[in-house]
């Protein structure tokens, strides 16, 4: 079947040709998701990922139906691995340093890995919009669950969780725009505190 293949389905391209590696569709997703962390949502086009992929538009219709599919499924990547990463982070019991280890990979994470602010300036885009409002909204409660941890009321909680959140995309936006913005060696450790230091929370409200 060339169009319409469900998100779950494994199957891979037609035999190749001699020197062509067979593709799947998850080789279709990733190189998308690559795309688009390195230039946005516009570099999610056919004919350059197939390029990219050493194939042709061939085998992108193969498994999908048309760009919007995959710009579903390279988004459904970046969930699992958004996914991933929180779960990792939650394996840390102590939630101080639960935040210490986020602020940490806000700053020195892979580049390009949350590409929350180029998802934010496509919001209106029907696809993109569904999974921006998910992670955010995922991103945001569980911040507000180890602000709760720490001793926050729950308003309280949330209002730190989403000044985080905030400050994540800002310094993403900032990584990827005006890196030379960062400071740099022991600079930059000091920034760090001052930011935990800004998210610190204070005491419980009576």
Do not use: C
């Amino acid at each position: 079947m060339r169009n319409g293949v469900p998100s779950d389905d494994v199957r891979t391209d037609r035999p190749a040709r001699a020197g062509r590696r067979t593709l799947s569709r998850d080789d279709w997703a990733r190189a998308a998701l690559e795309a688009m962390r390195e230039s946005g949502l516009g570099a999610i086009a056919v004919e350059p990922l197939a390029e990219r992929l050493g194939t042709t538009k061939g085998s992108f219709y193969w498994h999908f139906k048309d760009r919007d599919a995959l710009v579903h499924a390279a988004l459904e990547m970046w969930v699992a691995e958004s996914d991933a990463m929180m779960a990792a982070a939650a394996r840390i019991t102590d939630p101080a340093e639960r935040g210490r280890w986020l602020t940490e990979f806000a700053f020195t994470g892979p580049q390009g890995a949350d590409i929350s602010t180029t998802l934010l300036i496509n919001s209106q885009h029907p696809v993109v919009g569904p999974f921006l409002e998910r992670v955010t909204e995922d991103r945001i409660a569980w911040g507000a669950r180890l602000n709760e941890e720490l001793g926050l009321a729950p308003d309280v909680a949330r209002q730190h969780a989403l000044a985080a959140w905030m400050i994540a995309v800002g310094i993403a936006l900032v990584r990827r725009g005006a890196p030379q913005l960062l400071p740099q060696g022991e600079e930059s450790d000091a920034f760090k505190r001052y930011i935990m230091e800004l998210l610190r929370p204070g005491p419980r409200r009576p």
